[in-house]
């Protein structure tokens, strides 16, 4: 157990709502104050099995004022092995992570968004950052090693209509785009699905407006082991015929030419130009890949766009070899990529249509095994 003693002189109610971590598991939280000054506070641990070096006594946005701190443990404890510090199955790697931001605005620094208060989502609570308004601003985190990451959930501030300036923001981990912030109510959090994409460095970024995060969780589970299947397209072992494809389309936008769904990159942000978008949205839109040679098609996997203006325009997308239809693909919340078995297909022409705006960011079109 560990015993607390705080002032007996004053003040004793200052440490209501602290909390204590040993090594990396959080033990106690909200602790009340005593009912007596010189009365100690006890957090029974005997029913735990916690290991740690490091014992953290934290206090949002008050005085912290402690007489004297007590670790009990068993003799078996002192003199024995010393065990490894306990690792929770499910843990939030971005805590107590080096951050960085564009600007600071007054004391809203950027390592209060991983402060791991999670319910404090007012900035005048001293757990949320703010930068000024300029023409790029972002948020960082280093993970400082690369994980495999199951989510990424961001919570915004709910003070006040400030919290709308979240919308249009990206998410990005490694550089790559991985989702768009669409606001839709200042409670809600913004919840990022990446199914155990592994990154190291987590980034967002908000053009020409304020950026402020009260909580961003990192989440990875230290039991997830990463199977062949789990493996992008991109990076399979095998060739991608579409990058040898003759490609066209019905039309295109803004200079977004189909010629990028087979360039190798699968940044899914339109605006950093390496997607494709079509014309007007009444139109029955299409991207062809004239392959190099007939083949049997064993599967076709598509990128779709990301970023907060057409997170959904995947919707109701169909993909075809020849004049087999694959599949009609269904958006999903932060679906990284749709992979759509072909059946061995023998094909020379691939193709992706839909009703309305079409636009994607990648296809990979591998050869049946």
Not at 72 to 99: H, I, L, Q, S, Y
Not at 233 to 248: E, F, G, R, W, Y
């Amino acid at each position: 157990h560990i015993t607390i003693y705080g002032r007996s002189d004053c003040c004793s109610e200052r440490i209501q709502g602290a909390r204590i971590i040993v090594g990396r598991t959080q033990v106690a939280s909200n602790i009340q104050k005593p009912e007596k000054p010189a009365d100690a506070i006890k957090v029974d641990l005997s029913e735990k099995a916690v290991y740690g070096r490091k014992v953290a006594v934290e206090l949002l946005n008050n005085y912290l004022s402690l007489a004297e701190v007590e670790v009990w443990v068993a003799n078996d404890d002192v003199f024995g092995k010393e065990m490894p510090t306990v690792v929770p199955t499910w843990e939030n790697v971005a805590t107590r992570r080096p951050t960085k931001q564009s600007s600071t605005l007054a004391h809203y620094r950027s390592d209060r968004a991983i402060d791991n208060f999670p319910t404090k989502l007012n900035p005048g609570h001293g757990s949320c950052t703010h930068t000024n308004r300029e023409p790029i601003n972002f948020w960082e985190v280093d993970l400082e090693k690369e994980y495999y990451i199951d989510h990424i959930v961001v919570l915004g501030r709910n003070d006040n209509s400030h919290a709308k300036r979240i919308n249009q923001a990206t998410l990005l981990v490694d550089g790559r785009t991985v989702g768009g912030f669409v606001y839709k109510d200042q409670n809600e959090p913004f919840k990022f699905p990446l199914h155990g994409l592994k990154g190291r460095k987590v980034r967002i970024v908000r053009m020409n407006e304020y950026l402020t995060l009260c909580e961003v969780q990192v989440m990875v589970n230290h039991d997830y082991e990463p199977k062949e299947s789990d493996v992008e397209p991109i990076q399979k072992d095998q060739p991608n015929l579409a990058t040898s494809a003759k490609v066209s389309s019905s039309s295109t936008m803004y200079g977004a030419a189909a010629a990028r769904v087979s360039d190798g990159n699968v940044e899914s942000n339109l605006f950093r130009g390496s997607c494709f978008l079509s014309g007007a949205a009444q139109n029955n839109n299409w991207v062809k890949l004239e392959l190099a040679k007939e083949t049997k098609v064993g599967s076709v996997a598509i990128y779709p766009r990301l970023d907060y203006n057409a997170y959904d325009v995947i919707d109701g997308t169909e993909v075809r070899a020849a004049d087999h239809l694959c599949g009609l693909i269904s958006y999903k919340a932060g679906k990284l990529f749709y992979e759509l078995s072909c059946d061995g297909t023998t094909a020379s022409e691939i193709t992706i249509s839909k009703i309305g705006w079409l636009s994607f960011c990648e296809i990979v079109v591998n050869a049946a095994a």
